[in-house]
């Protein structure tokens, strides 16, 4: 998998059997709870809590996964890496790398959404 690409749309089918119908559901659901997941990235930080880093930054990777997104999963690995180190004051630039690699893949997946596949 490229690890530069937003999303790695023949893997992600691939993960549901070709499915679209289904992608299209994982793919909301995603964009719901991402959102709920980097909200609680932030609030650890603030906090200063390696701990709490370190899980939400783990939740977001696992969600990550499902929908294929190697650059995301890539910057919420290190996250949780740094978290788990306590590394708080590199986590504050990751998190916004993460931040930013989120946004992007939230436009992908809403234009997806919108388009659907083509063929």
């Not at 964009?31 to 939740?59: N, Y």
């Not at 990550?64 to 910057?75: H, K, T």
Request: one cysteine or more; glycine letters at 8%; charged letters at 30%.
């Amino acid at each position: 998998m490229d690890k530069t690409s937003v999303l790695d749309l023949s893997e992600a089918l691939n993960r549901v059997d070709g499915d679209q119908d289904l992608f299209f559901t994982l793919a909301g659901l995603f964009l719901q709870e991402s959102q709920k997941e980097a909200a609680a990235i932030r609030v650890a930080l603030g906090k200063q809590d390696g701990a709490g880093l370190a899980a939400a930054a783990h939740k977001l990777k696992g969600s990550v996964i499902e929908m294929c997104a190697p650059r995301l999963f890539e910057r919420a690995k290190r996250l949780e890496e740094l978290g788990r180190q306590g590394e708080l004051a590199e986590a504050s630039s990751v998190c916004a790398d993460v931040e930013t690699s989120l946004a992007e893949v939230h436009d992908a997946l809403r234009k997806l959404i919108a388009e659907g596949f083509s063929s």
